[in-house]
Protein backbone atom coordinates (compact mmCIF):
# COMPACT_ATOMS: atom_id res chain seq x y z
CA UNK A 1 0.00 0.00 0.00
CA UNK A 2 1.44 3.37 -0.67
CA UNK A 3 1.25 5.43 2.14
CA UNK A 4 2.55 9.22 2.81
CA UNK A 5 3.28 9.77 6.24
CA UNK A 6 5.02 12.94 7.77
CA UNK A 7 6.85 12.85 11.51
CA UNK A 8 7.14 16.11 13.85
CA UNK A 9 10.34 15.21 15.82
CA UNK A 10 12.14 13.52 13.19
CA UNK A 11 15.61 14.10 14.93
CA UNK A 12 13.70 13.05 18.19
CA UNK A 13 14.62 9.67 20.19
CA UNK A 14 11.40 8.31 19.59
CA UNK A 15 11.52 8.78 15.75
CA UNK A 16 14.72 6.72 15.50
CA UNK A 17 14.32 3.98 18.24
CA UNK A 18 11.01 3.13 17.20
CA UNK A 19 8.93 5.05 13.94
CA UNK A 20 11.46 4.68 11.43
CA UNK A 21 12.63 1.00 12.63
CA UNK A 22 8.87 0.48 12.46
CA UNK A 23 8.16 1.85 9.20
CA UNK A 24 10.99 -0.20 7.96
CA UNK A 25 9.48 -3.44 9.13
CA UNK A 26 6.49 -2.77 7.34
CA UNK A 27 8.09 -1.44 4.28
CA UNK A 28 10.25 -5.50 4.84
CA UNK A 29 6.88 -6.98 5.06
CA UNK A 30 5.53 -5.48 1.98
CA UNK A 31 2.93 -3.64 4.10
CA UNK A 32 4.11 -0.37 2.38
CA UNK A 33 5.43 0.48 -0.94
CA UNK A 34 8.20 1.92 -2.73
CA UNK A 35 6.52 4.49 -3.84
CA UNK A 36 5.41 5.90 0.15
CA UNK A 37 6.60 9.13 1.03
CA UNK A 38 8.20 9.34 4.44
CA UNK A 39 8.50 13.05 5.63
CA UNK A 40 11.02 13.39 8.68
CA UNK A 41 10.83 17.20 10.13
CA UNK A 42 13.83 18.91 12.35
CA UNK A 43 15.10 22.06 12.81
CA UNK A 44 18.51 20.64 12.08
CA UNK A 45 20.54 20.80 9.14
CA UNK A 46 20.32 17.76 7.45
CA UNK A 47 19.99 16.20 3.90
CA UNK A 48 17.93 13.53 3.00
CA UNK A 49 21.17 11.71 1.93
CA UNK A 50 22.77 12.84 5.65
CA UNK A 51 19.73 11.75 7.44
CA UNK A 52 19.68 8.56 6.00
CA UNK A 53 23.30 8.37 7.38
CA UNK A 54 21.78 9.20 10.76
CA UNK A 55 19.15 7.06 11.03
CA UNK A 56 20.91 4.05 9.21
CA UNK A 57 22.62 2.68 12.35
CA UNK A 58 19.17 2.59 14.53
CA UNK A 59 17.51 0.99 12.16
CA UNK A 60 20.12 -1.80 12.51
CA UNK A 61 19.93 -2.26 16.04
CA UNK A 62 16.22 -1.62 16.53
CA UNK A 63 14.24 -3.39 13.54
CA UNK A 64 13.78 -6.72 14.09
CA UNK A 65 13.51 -7.87 10.03
CA UNK A 66 16.65 -8.26 7.72
CA UNK A 67 18.38 -5.20 8.09
CA UNK A 68 20.69 -5.15 4.85
CA UNK A 69 21.16 -5.13 1.53
CA UNK A 70 18.52 -3.92 -1.31
CA UNK A 71 15.40 -3.90 1.09
CA UNK A 72 17.45 -0.59 3.34
CA UNK A 73 18.47 0.50 0.00
CA UNK A 74 14.42 0.88 -1.39
CA UNK A 75 13.42 1.52 2.29
CA UNK A 76 15.65 4.54 2.51
CA UNK A 77 14.44 6.16 -1.20
CA UNK A 78 10.98 7.04 0.77
CA UNK A 79 12.37 8.87 2.98
CA UNK A 80 12.93 12.75 3.00
CA UNK A 81 14.03 15.29 5.40
CA UNK A 82 12.67 18.99 5.40
CA UNK A 83 14.30 21.03 7.86
CA UNK A 84 11.69 23.79 9.55
CA UNK A 85 10.88 25.11 12.57
CA UNK A 86 7.89 23.91 13.41
CA UNK A 87 7.15 25.76 16.49
CA UNK A 88 6.55 28.69 14.00
CA UNK A 89 3.13 28.89 11.95
CA UNK A 90 5.03 31.20 9.55
CA UNK A 91 6.97 28.05 8.47
CA UNK A 92 4.17 25.77 7.21
CA UNK A 93 4.44 27.33 3.65
CA UNK A 94 7.50 25.10 3.59
CA UNK A 95 5.53 22.28 4.43
CA UNK A 96 2.93 22.95 1.87
CA UNK A 97 5.11 23.64 -0.84
CA UNK A 98 6.85 20.51 -0.46
CA UNK A 99 3.19 18.97 -0.30
CA UNK A 100 2.82 19.86 -3.72
CA UNK A 101 1.59 17.47 -5.86
CA UNK A 102 1.49 15.09 -3.49
CA UNK A 103 -1.93 14.08 -2.49
CA UNK A 104 -3.58 11.25 -4.08
CA UNK A 105 -6.56 10.22 -3.39
CA UNK A 106 -6.93 7.13 -1.59
CA UNK A 107 -3.88 7.17 -0.54
CA UNK A 108 -2.96 7.10 3.84
CA UNK A 109 -1.72 10.50 4.88
CA UNK A 110 -0.22 10.28 8.32
CA UNK A 111 0.65 12.68 10.69
CA UNK A 112 2.93 12.00 13.59
CA UNK A 113 3.47 14.52 16.71
CA UNK A 114 6.96 12.75 17.78
CA UNK A 115 7.26 16.23 20.11
CA UNK A 116 6.82 17.33 23.56
CA UNK A 117 3.26 17.63 24.61
CA UNK A 118 3.39 21.71 24.64
CA UNK A 119 3.76 21.52 20.82
CA UNK A 120 0.65 19.45 19.54
CA UNK A 121 -1.65 22.84 19.76
CA UNK A 122 0.67 24.95 17.42
CA UNK A 123 1.58 21.45 15.13
CA UNK A 124 -2.67 20.85 15.16
CA UNK A 125 -3.80 24.12 14.50
CA UNK A 126 -0.95 25.00 11.87
CA UNK A 127 -1.25 21.58 9.75
CA UNK A 128 -5.21 21.57 10.24
CA UNK A 129 -5.34 24.73 8.42
CA UNK A 130 -3.37 23.13 5.16
CA UNK A 131 -4.99 22.09 2.41
CA UNK A 132 -2.44 19.76 1.29
CA UNK A 133 -3.48 17.89 4.90
CA UNK A 134 -7.22 17.70 4.44
CA UNK A 135 -8.41 13.79 5.42
CA UNK A 136 -4.94 13.72 7.13
CA UNK A 137 -4.66 11.15 10.46
CA UNK A 138 -3.01 12.60 13.53
CA UNK A 139 -1.22 10.51 15.44
CA UNK A 140 -0.41 11.90 19.16
CA UNK A 141 1.79 10.67 22.29
CA UNK A 142 0.65 10.56 25.28
CA UNK A 143 0.46 12.70 27.70
CA UNK A 144 -2.46 14.07 26.14
CA UNK A 145 -2.15 17.67 28.36
CA UNK A 146 -0.67 18.04 31.42
CA UNK A 147 -3.94 18.95 33.65
CA UNK A 148 -7.66 17.47 32.93
CA UNK A 149 -7.99 21.04 32.00
CA UNK A 150 -5.39 21.63 29.16
CA UNK A 151 -6.25 17.96 27.94
CA UNK A 152 -9.77 19.35 27.26
CA UNK A 153 -9.01 22.07 25.11
CA UNK A 154 -6.43 20.09 22.97
CA UNK A 155 -8.89 17.92 22.38
CA UNK A 156 -11.13 20.77 21.66
CA UNK A 157 -8.05 21.97 19.20
CA UNK A 158 -7.72 18.51 17.45
CA UNK A 159 -11.44 17.57 16.74
CA UNK A 160 -11.39 20.89 15.38
CA UNK A 161 -8.95 20.82 12.81
CA UNK A 162 -9.05 17.09 11.90
CA UNK A 163 -12.23 15.49 13.46
CA UNK A 164 -12.40 13.25 15.78
CA UNK A 165 -12.36 9.93 13.45
CA UNK A 166 -9.40 11.61 12.37
CA UNK A 167 -7.50 11.63 15.60
CA UNK A 168 -5.28 8.52 16.73
CA UNK A 169 -4.23 8.61 20.83
CA UNK A 170 -1.34 6.35 20.59
CA UNK A 171 -0.52 4.26 23.69
CA UNK A 172 2.17 1.78 22.89
CA UNK A 173 1.37 -0.31 25.74
CA UNK A 174 -1.80 -1.28 23.70
CA UNK A 175 0.43 -2.82 21.03
CA UNK A 176 2.22 -5.08 23.08
CA UNK A 177 2.14 -9.14 22.37
CA UNK A 178 0.62 -10.22 25.79
CA UNK A 179 -1.59 -7.24 26.67
CA UNK A 180 -3.34 -8.11 23.40
CA UNK A 181 -3.11 -11.85 24.75
CA UNK A 182 -5.01 -11.22 27.75
CA UNK A 183 -7.99 -11.11 25.91
CA UNK A 184 -7.24 -14.50 24.53
CA UNK A 185 -5.76 -15.90 27.44
CA UNK A 186 -9.34 -15.18 29.50
CA UNK A 187 -12.03 -15.96 26.01
CA UNK A 188 -10.51 -19.16 24.73
CA UNK A 189 -9.43 -20.85 27.95
CA UNK A 190 -12.46 -22.56 29.98
CA UNK A 191 -10.27 -22.69 32.72
CA UNK A 192 -9.63 -19.26 33.01
CA UNK A 193 -12.84 -18.07 31.53
CA UNK A 194 -14.37 -19.40 34.54
CA UNK A 195 -12.09 -18.30 37.35
CA UNK A 196 -12.02 -14.55 35.82
CA UNK A 197 -13.96 -12.95 38.54
CA UNK A 198 -14.29 -12.07 42.45
CA UNK A 199 -14.93 -16.16 43.55
CA UNK A 200 -11.69 -17.40 42.63
CA UNK A 201 -9.15 -14.39 42.27
CA UNK A 202 -8.08 -13.08 45.66
CA UNK A 203 -6.11 -9.90 44.16
CA UNK A 204 -4.76 -8.55 40.70
CA UNK A 205 -1.53 -6.75 40.52
CA UNK A 206 -0.35 -5.03 37.83
CA UNK A 207 3.64 -3.47 38.04
CA UNK A 208 6.12 -1.20 36.00
CA UNK A 209 8.97 -0.69 37.47
CA UNK A 210 11.88 0.48 35.44
CA UNK A 211 15.94 0.43 36.36
CA UNK A 212 16.55 4.08 35.11
CA UNK A 213 15.78 7.15 36.25
CA UNK A 214 14.44 10.44 34.43
CA UNK A 215 17.49 10.62 32.42
CA UNK A 216 17.64 13.58 30.34
CA UNK A 217 13.61 14.06 30.84
CA UNK A 218 13.63 15.84 34.17
CA UNK A 219 12.00 18.94 32.41
CA UNK A 220 9.00 17.00 31.83
CA UNK A 221 9.47 14.65 34.41
CA UNK A 222 9.38 17.03 37.09
CA UNK A 223 6.12 18.47 35.92
CA UNK A 224 4.07 15.32 35.22
CA UNK A 225 5.55 12.34 37.99
CA UNK A 226 4.65 8.99 38.01
CA UNK A 227 0.82 9.34 38.25
CA UNK A 228 0.42 11.11 35.09
CA UNK A 229 3.24 9.67 33.45
CA UNK A 230 2.29 5.56 33.97
CA UNK A 231 -0.85 5.17 36.07
CA UNK A 232 -3.07 7.56 34.30
CA UNK A 233 -2.60 5.82 30.47
CA UNK A 234 -0.33 2.69 30.30
CA UNK A 235 -1.22 0.87 33.66
CA UNK A 236 -5.04 2.17 33.78
CA UNK A 237 -5.44 0.57 30.03
CA UNK A 238 -3.75 -2.51 31.57
CA UNK A 239 -6.65 -2.88 34.18
CA UNK A 240 -9.39 -2.00 31.99
CA UNK A 241 -8.37 -5.07 29.71
CA UNK A 242 -7.82 -7.04 32.72
CA UNK A 243 -11.52 -6.19 34.65
CA UNK A 244 -13.58 -5.42 30.78
CA UNK A 245 -16.59 -8.36 31.71
CA UNK A 246 -17.05 -10.01 28.06
CA UNK A 247 -13.98 -10.14 25.94
CA UNK A 248 -15.88 -12.15 23.23
CA UNK A 249 -18.23 -9.38 22.70
CA UNK A 250 -15.95 -7.22 20.11
CA UNK A 251 -16.66 -4.15 21.71
CA UNK A 252 -13.92 -3.57 23.54
CA UNK A 253 -13.42 0.12 24.11
CA UNK A 254 -17.47 0.61 25.08
CA UNK A 255 -16.22 -2.46 28.02
CA UNK A 256 -13.12 -0.31 28.89
CA UNK A 257 -14.77 2.70 29.66
CA UNK A 258 -17.51 1.30 31.62
CA UNK A 259 -14.43 -0.26 34.18
CA UNK A 260 -13.15 3.08 34.29
CA UNK A 261 -16.64 4.54 35.31
CA UNK A 262 -16.82 1.52 37.83
CA UNK A 263 -13.70 2.53 39.91
CA UNK A 264 -14.54 3.75 43.22
CA UNK A 265 -13.72 7.37 44.53
CA UNK A 266 -11.11 7.92 47.21
CA UNK A 267 -12.76 6.77 50.27
CA UNK A 268 -9.23 6.97 52.42
CA UNK A 269 -6.36 8.41 50.47
CA UNK A 270 -4.08 7.08 53.31
CA UNK A 271 -4.81 3.74 53.20
CA UNK A 272 -5.07 3.43 49.44
CA UNK A 273 -2.05 4.91 47.68
CA UNK A 274 1.00 5.61 48.72
CA UNK A 275 3.86 8.23 46.53
CA UNK A 276 7.88 7.62 46.75
CA UNK A 277 10.99 9.45 45.39
CA UNK A 278 14.33 7.89 44.47
CA UNK A 279 16.76 9.57 46.42
CA UNK A 280 19.19 11.69 44.32
CA UNK A 281 15.96 12.36 41.98
CA UNK A 282 16.49 16.36 43.03
CA UNK A 283 19.91 16.40 41.82
CA UNK A 284 18.91 15.52 38.50
CA UNK A 285 19.45 17.66 35.59
CA UNK A 286 16.44 20.11 34.80
CA UNK A 287 14.66 18.86 38.37
CA UNK A 288 13.97 22.03 40.82
CA UNK A 289 15.89 21.48 44.19
CA UNK A 290 12.73 21.62 46.53
CA UNK A 291 11.36 18.95 43.86
CA UNK A 292 8.12 16.93 45.89
CA UNK A 293 7.26 15.00 42.03
CA UNK A 294 6.96 11.68 42.84
CA UNK A 295 8.64 8.80 40.91
CA UNK A 296 7.26 5.98 42.82
CA UNK A 297 3.27 5.33 43.07
CA UNK A 298 1.40 2.42 44.32
CA UNK A 299 -2.65 2.39 44.43
CA UNK A 300 -5.31 -0.14 45.67
CA UNK A 301 -7.94 0.45 43.54
CA UNK A 302 -11.87 -1.53 43.59
CA UNK A 303 -13.82 -1.93 40.73
CA UNK A 304 -17.22 -1.94 41.65
CA UNK A 305 -18.88 -4.10 39.25
CA UNK A 306 -20.86 -7.51 39.94
CA UNK A 307 -17.45 -9.51 38.95
CA UNK A 308 -14.74 -8.01 40.57
CA UNK A 309 -17.00 -6.24 43.91
CA UNK A 310 -14.41 -6.82 47.28
CA UNK A 311 -11.06 -7.39 44.54
CA UNK A 312 -8.17 -5.31 45.38
CA UNK A 313 -6.09 -3.95 42.25
CA UNK A 314 -2.82 -3.05 43.40
CA UNK A 315 -0.63 -0.97 41.02
CA UNK A 316 2.43 0.20 41.33
CA UNK A 317 5.14 1.80 39.19
CA UNK A 318 8.46 3.65 39.76
CA UNK A 319 11.82 4.64 38.54
CA UNK A 320 15.36 3.38 40.06
CA UNK A 321 13.05 0.57 41.00
CA UNK A 322 16.54 -2.13 40.25
CA UNK A 323 14.69 -3.96 37.58
CA UNK A 324 12.89 -3.28 34.41
CA UNK A 325 9.21 -5.20 34.06
CA UNK A 326 6.06 -4.95 33.65
CA UNK A 327 3.38 -7.92 34.34
CA UNK A 328 -0.08 -8.28 35.95
CA UNK A 329 -0.38 -11.27 38.62
CA UNK A 330 -3.63 -12.75 39.09
CA UNK A 331 -3.55 -14.35 42.85
CA UNK A 332 -6.64 -16.80 43.63
CA UNK A 333 -7.89 -17.58 46.52
CA UNK A 334 -6.42 -20.45 48.85
CA UNK A 335 -8.50 -23.88 49.15
CA UNK A 336 -5.93 -24.58 52.18
CA UNK A 337 -4.54 -21.85 54.38
CA UNK A 338 -1.01 -23.20 54.88
CA UNK A 339 -0.74 -23.65 51.22
CA UNK A 340 0.66 -20.53 48.62
CA UNK A 341 -2.06 -19.35 46.23
CA UNK A 342 -2.25 -20.34 42.91
CA UNK A 343 -0.25 -17.38 40.66
CA UNK A 344 -1.46 -16.40 37.03
CA UNK A 345 1.98 -14.26 36.33
CA UNK A 346 1.30 -12.40 32.76
CA UNK A 347 5.10 -11.48 31.54
CA UNK A 348 4.50 -8.11 29.29
CA UNK A 349 8.28 -6.90 29.41
CA UNK A 350 11.06 -7.38 28.34
CA UNK A 351 9.52 -11.18 28.50
CA UNK A 352 7.26 -11.78 26.43
CA UNK A 353 4.88 -14.97 28.25
CA UNK A 354 3.06 -16.37 30.89
CA UNK A 355 3.47 -18.95 33.92
CA UNK A 356 1.02 -20.35 36.46
CA UNK A 357 2.57 -21.04 39.56
CA UNK A 358 0.36 -23.60 41.89
CA UNK A 359 1.22 -26.43 44.47
CA UNK A 360 1.99 -30.25 44.21
CA UNK A 361 3.24 -32.78 47.14
CA UNK A 362 6.51 -33.20 47.61
CA UNK A 363 7.90 -36.10 46.10
CA UNK A 364 8.64 -39.37 48.78
CA UNK A 365 6.72 -39.97 51.62
CA UNK A 366 6.47 -37.01 53.85
CA UNK A 367 4.14 -34.00 54.10
CA UNK A 368 4.59 -30.92 52.72
CA UNK A 369 3.79 -29.35 49.24
CA UNK A 370 6.29 -27.50 46.65
CA UNK A 371 5.65 -25.11 44.02
CA UNK A 372 5.84 -25.61 40.58
CA UNK A 373 5.23 -23.62 36.97
CA UNK A 374 3.72 -24.17 34.03
CA UNK A 375 5.32 -21.50 31.50
CA UNK A 376 5.10 -20.32 28.41
CA UNK A 377 7.59 -18.04 26.77
CA UNK A 378 6.82 -16.62 24.00
CA UNK A 379 9.80 -13.86 23.31
CA UNK A 380 11.90 -17.10 23.97
CA UNK A 381 11.24 -18.49 20.67
CA UNK A 382 13.13 -17.17 17.71
CA UNK A 383 10.50 -18.17 15.18
CA UNK A 384 7.31 -16.32 17.18
CA UNK A 385 9.65 -13.54 18.47
CA UNK A 386 11.06 -12.40 14.47
CA UNK A 387 7.37 -12.89 13.40
CA UNK A 388 5.36 -11.14 16.07
CA UNK A 389 5.18 -6.90 14.85
CA UNK A 390 6.82 -4.54 17.72
CA UNK A 391 4.25 -2.39 19.33
CA UNK A 392 4.67 1.02 16.97
CA UNK A 393 4.82 -1.33 13.98
CA UNK A 394 1.58 -2.48 14.95
CA UNK A 395 -0.15 0.63 15.62
CA UNK A 396 1.41 2.32 12.31
CA UNK A 397 -0.36 -0.30 10.95
CA UNK A 398 -3.64 0.17 12.07
CA UNK A 399 -3.64 3.73 11.31
CA UNK A 400 -2.80 3.27 8.42
CA UNK A 401 -5.56 0.96 7.86
CA UNK A 402 -7.70 3.16 9.79
CA UNK A 403 -8.07 0.81 13.05
CA UNK A 404 -8.86 2.87 15.81
CA UNK A 405 -9.67 -0.33 18.07
CA UNK A 406 -6.75 -0.30 19.96
CA UNK A 407 -6.19 3.25 20.29
CA UNK A 408 -7.02 5.63 23.15
CA UNK A 409 -10.53 7.53 23.11
CA UNK A 410 -11.04 10.80 24.55
CA UNK A 411 -14.02 9.72 26.69
CA UNK A 412 -11.75 7.27 28.08
CA UNK A 413 -8.54 9.43 28.64
CA UNK A 414 -10.90 12.34 30.30
CA UNK A 415 -12.50 9.86 32.39
CA UNK A 416 -8.93 8.61 33.36
CA UNK A 417 -7.57 12.18 33.40
CA UNK A 418 -10.76 12.74 35.99
CA UNK A 419 -10.13 9.97 38.34
CA UNK A 420 -6.08 10.42 38.68
CA UNK A 421 -6.89 14.31 39.46
CA UNK A 422 -9.41 13.25 41.88
CA UNK A 423 -6.87 11.07 43.86
CA UNK A 424 -3.86 13.12 43.23
CA UNK A 425 -5.84 15.53 44.93
CA UNK A 426 -7.09 14.07 47.64
CA UNK A 427 -3.26 13.23 48.84
CA UNK A 428 -2.27 16.55 48.92
CA UNK A 429 -5.55 17.61 50.41
CA UNK A 430 -4.66 15.08 53.01
CA UNK A 431 -0.95 16.30 53.61
CA UNK A 432 0.47 13.00 52.87
CA UNK A 433 3.95 12.30 52.49
CA UNK A 434 6.33 11.50 49.07
CA UNK A 435 8.52 9.12 50.68
CA UNK A 436 11.90 8.99 49.63
CA UNK A 437 13.57 5.42 48.73
CA UNK A 438 16.44 3.99 48.32
CA UNK A 439 17.82 3.72 44.59
CA UNK A 440 17.44 -0.15 43.09
CA UNK A 441 14.92 -0.50 45.53
CA UNK A 442 11.57 -1.96 44.87
CA UNK A 443 9.87 1.53 45.75
CA UNK A 444 9.27 3.04 49.60
CA UNK A 445 8.67 -0.03 52.40
CA UNK A 446 5.24 2.09 52.77
CA UNK A 447 3.96 0.18 50.12
CA UNK A 448 3.95 -3.02 51.69
CA UNK A 449 0.84 -1.22 53.56
CA UNK A 450 -1.68 -1.40 50.74
CA UNK A 451 -1.02 -5.68 50.82
CA UNK A 452 -2.43 -5.87 54.22
CA UNK A 453 -5.48 -8.81 54.98
CA UNK A 454 -4.20 -10.18 51.45
CA UNK A 455 -2.22 -14.25 51.52
CA UNK A 456 0.32 -12.46 49.69
CA UNK A 457 2.13 -9.25 49.32
CA UNK A 458 3.13 -7.37 46.36
CA UNK A 459 5.44 -10.04 43.98
CA UNK A 460 9.23 -9.35 44.01
CA UNK A 461 9.84 -8.72 40.67
CA UNK A 462 13.77 -8.99 41.03
CA UNK A 463 13.37 -12.72 42.62
CA UNK A 464 16.47 -14.11 40.41
CA UNK A 465 14.39 -17.40 39.82
CA UNK A 466 11.90 -15.22 37.47
Known amino acids: MKVRATIFGGTGDLSYRKLMPAFYNLFVRGEITADSDILAIGR ?98 KPFGDTLENACRLNKTLEASFGSGNIYRIDHYLGKEMVRNILAIRSTNLLFARAWDRSSIESVQISALEEVGVETRGGYYDQAGALKDMVQNHLLQILTIIAMENPASGNMHAQQLEVLHHLRPVNDISEEMVLGQYVGYRSENKVAPDSSTETFAAMKLHVDTDRWQGVPFLVRTGKKCGTRKIEAVLTFRRTETEGDPDMLVIEIQPTDG ?109 DPQD
Open 44 to 141: RDYTDESYHEIITPWIHEFARLDRKGEHLEEFLKTVHYLRMDFTDPGQYPLLEEYNAGRQEEGVPNLIYLAVAPQFFTVIAESVGAMASMKGARIILE
Open 354 to 462: MFLEFNVKKPGDGPGLERVKLEYCQSCNRVFHLNTPEAYERMLWAAINSDQSWFSQWDQIETSWRFIQSVRDAYRNAGLPVYPYVQQSEGPAEAAQLTQGLARGWRVMK
